[in-house]
């Protein structure tokens, strides 16, 4: 199973980033997918899911501004990032969970957010 994950990068505090992950190696279309974050001296923090019926759950601090979406056919899980703030830089890591519960996670990509 490989996750990979690309659109990371550097954006001034107020804009949008948009990060993807692809997949290979499971049937996605049957998997939890979502996105973790983890900003330096920090604990892993769950972001947002979406499950295979497309029901959406966000962390308090994103609500209203992240935006998770899938693509079955493609493998992709993606997370819209708008009006970005310096509290969001962290690393992100996508991550799929089967039915059986078994997890994967990607490779990070980096969010930096200048004030």
């Known amino acids: 199973v490989q996750l990979q994950a690309f659109g990371g990068g550097l954006v001034q505090a107020g804009g949008s980033l948009r990060l993807s992950c692809v997949g290979s190696?499971?049937?996605?279309?049957?998997?939890?997918m979502g996105w973790y974050r983890q900003a330096p001296g920090k604990q892993r923090e769950l972001v947002a899911t979406i499950s295979t019926g497309g029901t959406t759950t966000y962390v308090d601090s994103v609500k209203g501004r992240f935006s998770v979406s899938r693509d079955n056919a493609k493998n992709t899980v993606s997370l819209q990032m708008n009006s970005l703030k310096p509290e969001d830089t962290a690393v992100y890591y996508c991550?799929?969970?089967?039915?059986?519960?078994?997890?994967?996670w990607g490779d990070g990509t980096l969010v930096t957010v200048s004030s």
């Open positions: 190696g499971l049937i996605f279309s049957l998997c939890t």
């Open positions: 991550y799929t969970k089967t039915p059986v519960g078994l997890t994967y």
